[in-house]
């Protein structure tokens, strides 16, 4: 399987900070990178597809980027809606999921 | 709007067989446009993708599961539906539902089901 591995495990962040999570898989899987965000008790929300394709309705301030084996979400100016966990997922194989980073208040 | 509802015991013996149901309203398992997925969290072991499968019943599982699982369409009930043969407490896990164009992601999520494997 490939593994995706994501960095930090968790952050502290104030609202309007700009926020980077990474995601590095454990092969190249070219751009079948997905990231998601949860909040408790709710399903998933996808994000973005593709590795920077943003979802309909997803706030702008939301943006990925890379390719091959390593990858970027970017929250450009940190909201009160935003805390919550996030995870990587990739669609080369098998799918698997990253470990999730938590992203909470200062 | 598309919705995905998980039915299904909450409560399943170890060795037995975990059955789980996915209700689509707003599209057609029969459409040819997407995939249907199982994926399932534990705190152990994060969110784990269990398999799809295609409107042509073409079917693809995670390894990982060992051919214990099993994913079919009903189409006269617009469902798919989960079985997980040989549960044991390593199961326990939230189960979700979820629909993906492709490889572009899970698009529609269920809002999940908790399923405890305990005698």
């Known amino acids: 399987d490939i593994q995706v591995t994501q960095s930090p495990s968790s952050l502290s962040a104030s609202v309007g900070d700009r926020v980077t999570i990474t995601c590095r898989a454990s092969?190249?899987?070219?751009?079948?990178l997905n990231w998601y965000q949860q909040k408790p008790g709710k399903a998933p929300k996808l994000l973005i597809s593709?590795?920077?394709s943003l979802q309909s309705g997803v706030p702008l301030r939301f943006s990925g980027s890379g390719s091959g084996t390593e990858f970027t979400l970017t929250i450009g100016s940190l909201q009160p809606e935003d805390f919550a966990t996030y995870y990587c997922q990739q669609s080369y194989t098998t799918w698997t999921f990253g470990q999730g980073t938590k992203v909470d208040i200062k | 709007q598309v919705r995905l509802q998980e039915s299904g015991p909450g409560l399943v013996k170890p060795s037995q067989t975990l059955s789980l149901a996915c209700t689509v309203s707003g599209d057609s398992v029969n459409s040819g446009s997407y995939y249907w997925n199982w994926i399932r969290q534990s705190a152990g072991t994060g969110l784990e993708w269990i398999g799809r499968?295609?409107?042509?019943?073409?079917?693809n599982y995670n390894p990982s599961l060992k051919g214990r699982v099993t994913i079919s369409l009903d189409t006269s009930k617009n469902q798919f539906s989960l079985k997980l043969n040989s549960v044991n407490a390593t199961d326990t896990a939230v189960y979700f539902c979820?629909?993906?164009?492709?490889?572009?992601?899970?698009?529609?999520w269920g809002q999940g089901t908790t399923v405890t494997v305990s005698s």
């Open positions: 092969q190249s899987i070219n751009k079948f």
């Open positions: 979820a629909r993906s164009p492709g490889v572009e992601g899970l698009d529609v």
């Open positions: 499968i295609y409107t042509s019943g073409f079917t």
């Open positions: 593709a590795a920077s």
